[in-house]
């Protein structure tokens, strides 16, 4: 699941509490523009240019019956007050992997630094990070066409049978 403990946003370890994230779960947004603010507002570096159709759809998701439940439940199993549990850390894992790695990172990850994901490719034998400027810890949302140019250079830079190092 993760890569480093720390960063998880104080109402998801909240939400992830068996005492209160039940209250926490009881908070609905049905304004997209709060979806933009309060959710959007810390995963993005620029929430404004979230497209509305997505705010949308979020709320629609939100209010599917169990979708609540089953947000508490995952971040019951994955987080505690500190952040991500220690038994499901990634990072010990993951330096072993042979496959062709990529990690793409926004320049302006509120949640983890770019250092992070650069240690980690240090430690990995086939990896390397490319931070996106000017994005965020979605930077998909932000920098689109910068996250798709990174992949396609990647996918294009693996010799064929590199998975299976």
């Given at each position: 699941m993760g890569l480093d403990r720390g960063g998880i946003p104080l109402i998801l370890r909240l939400w992830g509490n068996p005492i209160i994230?039940?209250?926490?779960?009881?908070?609905?947004?049905?304004?997209?523009?709060?979806?933009?603010?309060?959710?959007f507002g810390g995963l993005v570096a620029h929430p404004e240019a979230v497209p509305?159709?997505?705010?949308?759809?979020?709320?629609?998701?939100?209010?599917?019956p169990g979708a609540k439940l089953?947000?508490?439940?995952?971040?019951?199993?994955?987080?505690?007050m500190r952040g991500v549990r220690p038994n499901i850390?990634?990072?010990s894992d993951m330096a072993h992997l042979?496959?062709?790695?990529?990690?793409?990172?926004?320049d302006r990850d509120a949640y983890a630094p770019p250092s992070s994901g650069q240690s980690l490719a240090r430690q990995m034998p086939h990896a390397r990070v490319e931070?996106?400027?000017?994005?965020?810890?979605?930077?998909?949302?932000?920098?689109p066409n910068a996250v798709a140019d990174a992949?396609?250079?990647?996918?294009?830079?693996?010799?064929?049978?590199?998975?299976?190092?």
């Open positions: 994230g039940p209250v926490v779960g009881r908070i609905r947004i049905s304004d997209p523009e709060a979806w933009r603010r309060q959710v509305r159709e997505m705010l949308t759809m979020a709320i629609a998701a939100d209010g599917i089953a947000a508490h439940s995952m971040l019951r199993k994955v987080l505690n850390m990634l990072r042979r496959a062709p790695t990529l990690f793409v990172w926004g931070i996106i400027a000017d994005a965020g810890h979605m930077p998909q949302l932000d920098q992949i396609t250079r990647h996918l294009s830079d693996a010799a064929p049978g590199d998975a299976g190092v």
